[in-house]
C-alpha cells in the first residue's frame, strides 16, 4: 500500500462551534423550549443569536437561530441536542476563521440535512470570510 504524505490541521483550528437549529411553523415552539432549555443549562456559557423567521437568509433556506458554544461544551450540548431535537435539522459547524469551507466542507448535521444554498455561499465568499474572521477574533 502506498500512502500519501498529507497535512492534517490540529483540532486547535477550531475556535468554537455554532448550530443553527432549523423550524418551521409546526416546530417553531419545540425549537423555542429546547432554546430555553439550552439556555437554562448553559446559560452564560452559550450566545444565541436572533431568530431568523424570514427564509431564505443567506445560506440558509429554512428559518433558523444559532447558538454559539466553546469546544468544552462539545462532548455535553451535542449529545443533548441528538437526544431532544424532535423534528428539527441542526446543522453544526466549527469556527475556523474561514466561513465558506466551515459551511460546506467541515459541516456536520443532526438529523437529516437540508441542503444550504451553495451557490449563494459561492458568490459571497468574501463577505463569509470577513465574518469569520471576525468571529475567530472575538474570542
Excluded: C
Excluded at 12 to 19: A, G, I, L, P
Excluded at 53 to 58: N, V
Excluded at 82 to 91: E, K, S, T, V
Excluded at 97 to 105: A, F, M, R
Aim: overall charge negative.
Amino acid at each position: 500500500m502506498n500512502f500519501i504524505h498529507k497535512t492534517y490541521r490540529p483540532e486547535t483550528d477550531v475556535k468554537n462551534y455554532h448550530v443553527h437549529l432549523y423550524y418551521d411553523g409546526g416546530t417553531k415552539l419545540h425549537a423555542a423550549n429546547l432554546r430555553r432549555e439550552i439556555d437554562r443549562r448553559f446559560g452564560k456559557q452559550v450566545e444565541f443569536g436572533r431568530w431568523r423567521d424570514l427564509a431564505p437568509q443567506g445560506p440558509h433556506p429554512v428559518s433558523h437561530f444559532q447558538v454559539t458554544f466553546p469546544t468544552e461544551l462539545f462532548e455535553i450540548l451535542v449529545p443533548f441536542l441528538a437526544l431532544n431535537r424532535g423534528g428539527l435539522h441542526i446543522l453544526l459547524h466549527p469556527n475556523t476563521g474561514n466561513g465558506y469551507e466551515d459551511h460546506t466542507t467541515n459541516v456536520m448535521w443532526i438529523g437529516p440535512s437540508i441542503p444550504l444554498a451553495e451557490d449563494w455561499m459561492q458568490r459571497n465568499q468574501k463577505r463569509m470570510q470577513e465574518a469569520a474572521e471576525e468571529m475567530v477574533a472575538d474570542n
